[in-house]
């Protein structure tokens, strides 16, 4: 890789120029704000991209980020590069062939929406300081202004990544009916501590630089550029993680790119921050970067967990939340939060940590998009199977890729058992659901609410393809997520023996679901015996090639095991369903020599 | 916690003023730097605690980190704090009733040790941007010329942190028959690019403050104050992590405290931000601060592996690496960078991960004092036992905390199979040591080399306190540290049930030693089985109270189940030795049956 490769970046692509397709509304003020403050006029820039339905029931809104704008797809060959070009497009993740799209720049920015260095119609000058404090709410509601100019009234979805996240939230809990799902990707309820002092400092470097004036620069040979580059510099170095910074720089690490700047190029790395700084200066307004960070860092949709579940209790919509594992700047932990307070608020959710080492900037790279893209553009496609129904396309759909007719369904005598044992209309919660096969039977019998937990990351993509809500969780972690009762059952099937914290686990069960069922490969049956009387360790483990040293069992237990634990821990066990899963048949008697699997319904 | 509160850390004790009991060396010059650079005098700001012995055999010399100085503890109740007071004192983990201890400040610094607003004799005046570059290299050499001045020719022990720790690496590849030991505290070979990313953004603020005037404020009515607080605000949110900064300031979050400062303080971690750089400036100069971290960021003791081995392969002393689990500034990875090639240079070698939410200050603070003060002062005690002969407290320390009389040894069958199997004199690997009993064994017995590897934090320490060479991995992501036949016998005693990662493993053994000797339970044993024929699962953990859902056994197997796969690998199991540990006796005939413990030894 030359040092030149190294400066390309989706960031960098974007010129300060005006783009084509840019279409702008205005709204006759005045225009009152959250924080008191008060525009003469508003003026919000957007782009749009496919065709409206009929119905107008295929609208999607995207929010951008701190620095991005309305310009989130090219229009066409000869178009601009927009910022998410790997997402949004014909035939892509969010197909605009299928669906409208809608990106509008943020309030108080700096690329067409109104903002610092706008116009104010009272004085004919630019804002500059007098430019009112905005909050994220401000934000949100000045493109609900845009969408009810458009003549929406309710949204399919709504996509949006790091402060584009924080927008979505803060949407999900004012405009609740106005939205039937929200993806909010790299993102958290609030800044980390962490975060917040990055955005103090760089505010500090943009005050501080003596061509600040106070904010009033418009009028001066110089603005605040040296500031404004300190914080980008900042900003980038919180964007990367620690593995990308040394994948792109470590090779070439003492060779500087020349560059006509007053900044440091000694190391490869000053000379790439160097680079972005100045490019920034010369696309963005440093009085929109202090408008924007201070809406940002204000924003705080819930300190506590029951501040959190009571926002979350605010929203109508299904909620999908993606962090990747080497964000930093929105670490997973966050993500998590919001996901807890979902589900504490019975709202339909589905979350996913994506392996990545690529930091927060992931959620706009190729590395990771057939994940994030395939969650979101199955979310996208189960939104509209659902909440279209007079959609003319629905029945094509159900026909498309993300909804191939299924497979002949493999006989599984313990689903069957398991079903059997379940009654209708009850709510359950599947711990280490896999791919969804056990879900998706109970969906169709059209459970009240069928939730699942899966550690893959893949199987919980193939589980959010089916339109199931799924959460990546570690069950060895607990299910604090989860509230007491908050379902009628809670099974745990054939996952029992790979869990090295069962105690934990069987607690949580039962804390959260009136019945627990549990299947467990019973190590006495005569198979496993005679095994053992043979010399070897019961192969528990049906797959082929596995054996003692590879399989994903670590518990290795007995239906006497088991029923011993129960009667030590005060667990009834209410029915007991013994299977021999080789001939296929339920075993009546001798059940610990002749199950192979056995399935118990617990409670307290 | 009040605000004020907050604003307390181990680096606001220090005050600009000038410090008692400072010393100085003065060494006419010219002295060349390896940069090139000349200077006409240098002149060493230092501080000593405790006697220098007889032998002059117990002098422990301790570097300072960035913006630390020679003031490294406090002479007595009346003296300034020190910062490391809470390790070096009499009675402390680096104990000055026993120890001499040395600290200077660093080449290029601003608290009495030459830097660049040092007067330079030639003209009179301070040297300002006419001090030339310096490298970590130049420091240490300063250091040595201040011992041999000193009459020190060799020290028992050299401890370092942070740049510290960069500063002791190269002190061991540089002066290798001058230390006996060497502990490198939270540091790494080189500046991760994250770190020099930051550096670089802060010198970028230093030289764009108007007030920098390219180095030479000296003479004027303000310095680059602005630029060097910008600077420190950055270094402290390095120095914190994640999770101590929202400790710190989550509670009150938006309550920033009243500051004459033109920084932002609306958020309470603002403030603090503000206030430290605020302070910071009062003591600390910016053409130092320009100097040192452009040496720190230039410092690479080896970008790749083979130049990380061949540095390490210089020195000659025993080395102990501790990092911490939240340090993201020098990350734990750099650490064990670090500690694989020591082992790849078949140097003496322990080191330890400690778990710790404090981020890089960690080192600094009092949470993890026990661990890594333990580790310090048991490296210490066991450099002194080992090469201090003739010193006349040998036979008194063998005796004092850390060498306790050991208890009458209980009788480990296994132990005793296992010592018969390694002929003396031979190199030996423990996997899963524990608290070092077997490896003791081994020492006792005067092996080459016995070395230990163990995941657990606390059983690391017991091993260090017993002198043992022992490295905090865990088996299951394999033993790359380890090079090919680096060991005559690797041993995984009793172990191979509780790693998932069994086939990894065993290959790992027997790429590293020439023979494996393992020991594991045999599921085959008459008892284990009659369990299962009595409907229960065999119970191979004899711990009371432990049982199928809380054993850390995960891995069940027989001996035909462990002949089978050696067969497969390709192993060959050269001895065999059956064992009923419940009896106390060695099993003859009908291993399967009768043992409940084998020990084999393989081959390829």
Redesign the interface.
């Known amino acids: 890789m030359s040092t030149n490769d190294l400066f390309d970046s989706s960031d960098s692509v974007r010129s300060g120029r005006p783009l084509a397709h840019v279409k702008t509304a205005v709204f006759p003020g005045p225009v009152t704000l959250t924080t008191g403050g008060v525009l003469p006029e508003l003026q919000v820039a957007y782009e749009t991209y496919g065709e409206l339905s009929p119905h107008k029931d295929n609208a999607v809104l995207i929010f951008h980020a701190l620095s991005g704008d309305s310009h989130v797809a090219a229009h066409d060959d000869q178009d601009d590069p927009g910022w998410w070009d790997l997402l949004v497009g014909p035939g892509k993740y969010v197909d605009t062939n299928r669906y409208f799209v809608i990106c509008a720049n943020v309030l108080g920015g700096c690329r067409g929406t109104t903002g610092p260095d706008s116009i104010n119609p009272k004085t004919g000058h630019k804002y500059g300081v007098d430019f009112p404090p905005i909050s994220v709410t401000d934000i949100v509601d000045s493109q609900r202004m845009l969408l009810q100019s458009l003549g929406i009234e309710r949204l399919l979805a709504i996509i949006g990544g790091s402060l584009g996240g924080l927008m979505a939230l803060e949407w999900g809990a004012r405009y609740p009916e106005s939205v039937a799902g929200i993806a909010a990707i790299a993102t958290g309820a609030r800044m ?3 975060a ?3 955005d ?2 760089a ?3 943009i ?2 630089d ?1 061509n600040f004036h106070g904010g009033q620069y418009y009028d001066k040979a110089e603005g605040p550029s ?1 500031g404004l580059a ?1 914080a980008r ?2 900003g980038h ?1 919180t964007y ?3 593995e990308s ?2 994948r ?3 090779a070439n ?1 003492n060779v500087g790119r020349k560059l006509d700047t ?3 190029t ?2 490869s ?2 000379s790439y ?2 680079y972005q700084g100045g490019k920034f200066v010369e696309r963005f307004d440093a009085n929109s970067y202090l408008t924007l960070t201070l809406a940002l ?1 204000a924003f705080d949709w819930g ?1 506590t967990r029951e501040l959190l579940v009571s926002n979350m209790r605010r929203s109508m919509c299904r909620w999908l939340f993606a962090s990747f594992s080497s964000d ?1 700047l929105f ?1 997973t932990f966050q993500a998590r939060e919001l996901v807890d307070a979902a589900i504490k608020a019975d709202k339909r959710v589905s979350y996913c940590t994506i392996k990545s080492d690529c930091g927060h900037d992931a959620f706009l790279l190729e590395n990771e998009l057939p994940t994030y893209g395939g969650l979101i553009g199955s979310f996208l496609h189960n939104l509209s199977l659902d909440w279209r129904p007079h959609d003319s396309e629905r029945r094509q759909m159900l026909n498309d890729s993300y909804g191939k007719p299924s497979k002949p369904r493999k006989v599984r005598l313990d689903y069957d058992s398991i079903l059997a044992l379940v009654p209708p209309m009850t709510k359950v919660l599947d711990l280490g659901c896999g791919k969804g096969d056990l879900l998706m039977r109970l969906k169709e019998r059209g459970h009240e609410r069928v939730v699942g937990v899966e550690v893959e990351e893949q199987l919980v993509l193939k589980c959010v393809e089916k339109g199931l809500d799924v959460v990546q969780l570690d069950l060895n972690d607990g299910l604090r997520s989860f509230s007491d009762h908050q379902f009628d059952f809670v099974v745990l099937s054939k996952t029992l023996q790979t869990i ?1 914290n ?2 934990l686990v069987l607690n949580e069960m039962l804390r959260i679901g009136t019945r627990a069922i549990v299947s467990f490969p019973n ?2 049956y005569k198979k ?2 005679k095994q ?2 043979e ?4 192969q528990t483990d049906p797959r082929p090639g596995v ?4 399989t994903n069992d ?8 088991f029923e011993e ?1 129960c009667e030590h821990k005060g667990y009834k066990i209410f029915r007991k369903v013994a299977l021999d899963a080789e001939t296929g048949e339920i075993v009546d008697d001798n059940h ?1 020599d002749n199950a192979d699997v056995v399935i118990a319904v617990l409670g307290r």
Chains 1, 2 share one sequence.
Do not use: C
């Open positions: 980390t501590t962490q917040l002092a990055f103090i400092v505010r500090n470097a005050i501080s003596p040296v300190i510099m900042l170095i990367l993680s620690q910074m040394n792109k720089f470590n690490r007053t900044f440091e000694k190391f790395v000053g921050l160097a860092d300190a930093w670490p090295r069962v105690e190590l006495g496993y015996r053992l009387q010399g070897h360790a019961p054996t003692w040293y590879n670590v518990r290795f237990l007995t239906l006497s095991d634990f610990t």
